[in-house]
């Protein structure tokens, strides 16, 4: 193959097992790709070429050596700054943890390692996952490789652009409230959020702890499932962590761009479309549902009224529960510290300059939400408007076997176009926020190019709990039929990036 880049992690895999291309000269490839573009795309916050060479060299020995390797073994992958990575810098994209490297691994970064993938480095992110853009880096934006003028969606844009920008083949995002999902939509990607509890969360720096999940990104979707099976399992450094064997992605992702899909009801959720979605969104989603029904699903409307207010039960939840997470950055334990004369002053001062103004937002937000007072008003409202999301899930999976919606709103948006305006931004999460809140699995793949733009649409795929394998069935048929009526996978129709001289 010319441009190594190009391909997909599965043929990376096979490629090395050939004996055709080396774990070095694919890593190399990535590493020279990043020097040539992240100028511009900013996806990475660290590169760690002496790293990811050193594994690369000892993949390649073992292989020479007749050595039995993982599937992934050699495959180069990125990782979202918001896993603690030991020897590389971990900031969750936010200036209190500036220069701060950890000294030991998440449970995650461990099995990559274990799974003898190189490490390229780690990748930008909305700071604490706190974002929809990736704008509210403390470290400068990302850009969106299909126009360096839009946002790459957030909170984990570095993840994606570094597959749109072809700087990597394979990334880890975490998904709090689609942070996963959200990106992989406007980048022309693949984002999966597994099952709450799926993937363990030891290790990765806590935004909401009872809405986080760390999942694959990827450009096809049997790379996400491949890197899904390297990812999951029990954990029991982790008390959240699923006791359950890990799903069979991977077969479920073959079955599905073998087989036809009769027999399979596949569910439009109602309230998740109309007023707000742009009109090219909207066209490509019911194309890829008549590209679904060709293959033989049968296609059903299901209600889920309480979704109507999921967005404002997110986000009494979600800073609540920053707001405590993020009470130890206290310019004690970790991080940036501004000198002052009292542990008081020295705490206001280092958390005034260490946190950008969306994470003081947040957590003011949370910390009046939990106060005495309002406690059962607002936070406690807002989980019982989860308990009925859970039951509109529930009541909807007896009609259908997944339920599916666009992944977002619109195409993305242009950098700056909604700083000023909070809830315009929190809108762009608004079919992707539910998943979260019932801990149900959801995948994101794409469906086209808006015709009044020329920019990636999603389409979301939503399983009951434990029910991953699903998605990936239904994803992966649809991803066939789709590229063959486009001739080839959405990512191959980004335009091309000028590289820097």
């Given at each position: 193959?010319?441009?190594?880049?190009?391909?997909?992690?599965?043929?990376?895999?096979?490629?090395?097992?050939?004996?055709?291309?080396?774990?070095?000269?694919?890593?190399?490839?990535?590493?020279?790709?990043?020097?040539?573009?992240?100028?511009?795309?900013?996806?990475?916050?660290?590169?760690?070429?002496?790293?990811?060479?050193?594994?690369?060299?000892?993949?390649?020995?073992?292989?020479?050596?007749g050595e039995e390797l993982?599937?992934?073994?050699?495959?180069?992958?990125?990782?979202?700054?918001?896993?603690?990575?030991?020897?590389?810098?971990?900031?969750?994209?936010?200036?209190?943890?500036?220069?701060?490297?950890?000294?030991?691994?998440?449970?995650?970064?461990?099995?990559?390692?274990?799974?003898?993938?190189?490490?390229?480095?780690?990748?930008?992110?909305?700071?604490?996952?706190?974002?929809?853009?990736?704008?509210?880096?403390?470290?400068?934006?990302?850009?969106?490789?299909?126009?360096?003028?839009?946002?790459?969606?957030?909170?984990?844009?570095?993840?994606?652009?570094?597959?749109?920008?072809?700087?990597?083949p394979l990334a880890i995002?975490?998904?709090?409230?689609?942070?996963?999902?959200?990106?992989?939509s406007v980048t022309g990607?693949?984002?999966?959020?597994?099952?709450?509890?799926?993937?363990?969360?030891?290790?990765?720096?806590?935004?909401?702890?009872?809405?986080?999940?760390?999942?694959?990104?990827?450009?096809?979707?049997?790379?996400?499932?491949?890197?899904?099976?390297?990812?999951?399992?029990?954990?029991?450094?982790?008390?959240?962590?699923?006791?359950?064997?890990?799903?069979?992605?991977?077969?479920?992702?073959?079955?599905?761009?073998?087989?036809?899909?009769?027999?399979?009801?596949?569910?439009?959720?109602?309230?998740?479309?109309?007023?707000?979605?742009?009109?090219?969104?909207?066209?490509?989603?019911?194309?890829?549902?008549?590209?679904?029904?060709?293959?033989?699903?049968?296609?059903?409307?299901?209600?889920?009224?309480?979704?109507?207010?999921?967005?404002?039960?997110?986000?009494?939840?979600?800073?609540?529960?920053?707001?405590?997470?993020?009470?130890?950055?206290?310019?004690?334990?970790?991080?940036?510290?501004?000198?002052?004369?009292?542990?008081?002053?020295?705490?206001?001062?280092?958390?005034?300059?260490?946190?950008?103004?969306?994470?003081?937002?947040?957590?003011?937000?949370?910390?009046?939400?939990?106060?005495?007072?309002?406690?059962?008003?607002?936070?406690?409202?807002?989980?019982?408007?989860?308990?009925?999301?859970?039951?509109?899930?529930?009541?909807?999976?007896?009609?259908?076997?997944?339920?599916?919606?666009?992944?977002?709103?619109?195409?993305?948006?242009?950098?700056?176009?909604?700083?000023?305006?909070?809830?315009?931004?929190?809108?762009?999460?608004?079919?992707?926020?539910?998943?979260?809140?019932?801990?149900?699995?959801?995948?994101?793949?794409?469906?086209?190019?808006?015709?009044?733009?020329?920019?990636?649409?999603?389409?979301?795929?939503?399983?009951?709990?434990?029910?991953?394998?699903?998605?990936?069935?239904?994803?992966?048929?649809?991803?066939?039929?789709?590229?063959?009526?486009?001739?080839?996978?959405?990512?191959?129709?980004?335009?091309?990036?000028?590289?820097?001289?």
């Amino acid at each position: 193959m010319a441009d190594w880049t190009r391909a997909s992690a599965a043929q990376m895999a096979a490629a090395m097992k050939a004996g055709e291309v080396t774990s070095v000269e694919l890593t190399q490839a990535h590493l020279d790709r990043i020097a040539a573009v992240d100028g511009d795309v900013h996806a990475f916050l660290h590169v760690d070429a002496e790293g990811a060479l050193a594994t690369a060299r000892e993949v390649d020995a073992a292989r020479a050596a007749g050595e039995e390797l993982p599937p992934l073994a050699g495959v180069p992958i990125a990782v979202k700054d918001i896993l603690v990575t030991k020897g590389m810098p971990t900031t969750a994209g936010s200036r209190i943890l500036e220069g701060w490297e950890p000294p030991y691994d998440a449970t995650v970064t461990r099995k990559i390692r274990e799974a003898r993938m190189p490490i390229l480095g780690k990748t930008n992110m909305d700071e604490f996952a706190m974002g929809s853009s990736t704008e509210h880096s403390g470290y400068g934006p990302t850009r969106n490789p299909w126009d360096l003028d839009r946002i790459p969606g957030g909170s984990g844009g570095g993840s994606a652009a570094s597959l749109a920008a072809w700087e990597a083949p394979l990334a880890i995002g975490s998904d709090t409230g689609g942070s996963i999902r959200q990106p992989a939509s406007v980048t022309g990607t693949v984002g999966v959020k597994p099952t709450y509890g799926g993937v363990s969360r030891y290790g990765a720096i806590a935004l909401a702890s009872s809405l986080d999940q760390l999942g694959p990104c990827a450009r096809t979707v049997e790379d996400a499932a491949l890197l899904h099976e390297v990812m999951g399992g029990h954990d029991p450094m982790d008390a959240t962590s699923l006791d359950e064997p890990v799903p069979s992605c991977v077969d479920a992702a073959r079955q599905g761009r073998e087989e036809d899909l009769a027999g399979v009801r596949i569910g439009v959720i109602k309230e998740l479309s109309g007023e707000g979605y742009q009109a090219g969104v909207e066209q490509r989603f019911e194309e890829s549902l008549e590209l679904l029904k060709a293959r033989g699903a049968e296609v059903v409307e299901v209600s889920c009224p309480s979704f109507e207010y999921a967005l404002a039960a997110y986000y009494l939840i979600l800073p609540s529960e920053a707001s405590s997470n993020l009470a130890k950055f206290d310019s004690v334990r970790f991080g940036l510290r501004v000198e002052k004369a009292t542990v008081e002053r020295t705490m206001g001062a280092t958390r005034a300059e260490g946190f950008g103004d969306e994470v003081k937002r947040r957590i003011i937000l949370g910390t009046y939400a939990l106060s005495a007072g309002y406690y059962d008003a607002y936070y406690g409202s807002a989980q019982k408007v989860r308990t009925l999301i859970q039951r509109d899930f529930a009541a909807a999976f007896e009609q259908a076997d997944v339920l599916v919606s666009p992944t977002t709103p619109t195409t993305p948006f242009k950098l700056g176009e909604r700083l000023d305006d909070p809830l315009a931004m929190y809108l762009n999460d608004v079919a992707t926020i539910p998943a979260n809140l019932a801990g149900i699995p959801g995948l994101s793949l794409p469906s086209g190019t808006a015709p009044e733009d020329g920019l990636p649409t999603g389409f979301q795929i939503l399983a009951p709990a434990h029910e991953d394998a699903r998605m990936y069935r239904i994803g992966a048929a649809l991803e066939k039929a789709l590229a063959e009526q486009w001739g080839g996978h959405l990512s191959a129709q980004a335009p091309e990036l000028e590289v820097a001289q």
